[in-house]
Nanobody, 125 residues
Framework: QVQLVESGGRLVQAGDSLRLSCAAS????????MGWFRQAPGKEREFVAA????????RYAESAKGRFTISRDNAKNTVYLQMNSLKPEDTAVYYC??????????????????WGQGTQVTVSS
């Protein structure tokens, strides 16, 4: 069992940076691949970024490439999402997720077993 708690979301201006954190409980955090997803009002949840359990492999949505960086600190049971050059279209609730899933399905929300409650990111123009 893994419990996830996101933090760091807030209101920012377009062009600003923000770092989201996801703290995990349980001593098996390092065994899980971790993902960040987001959901804007009226839209489906979409993949943002994922990182392998070891931190050695990452994957990004096209919208995140070059602007967002996912990382993890297994000693702190925490995964991060550094977001730079934020745009109004990045406004959404951001969720972190944990799963023992293959690299080929890291972009699929159905592959994850545990989810956090989400943190709101609002980017004003």
């Amino acid at each position: 069992q893994v419990q996830l708690v996101e933090s760091g979301g807030r209101l920012v201006q377009a062009g600003d940076s923000l770092r989201l954190s996801c703290a995990a409980s349980g001593h098996t955090f390092s065994m899980y691949n971790m993902g960040w997803f987001r959901q804007a009002p009226g839209k489906e949840r979409e993949f943002v970024a994922a990182v392998r359990w070891s931190g050695s492999y990452t994957r990004y949505a096209e919208s995140a490439k070059g602007r967002f960086t996912i990382s993890r600190d297994n000693a702190k049971n925490t995964v991060y999402l550094q977001m730079n050059s934020l745009k109004p279209e990045d406004t959404a609730v951001y969720y972190c997720a944990a799963g023992k899933i293959g690299l080929e399905v890291m972009t699929m929300s159905s592959g994850y077993d545990y989810w956090g409650q989400g943190t709101q990111v609002t980017v004003s123009s």
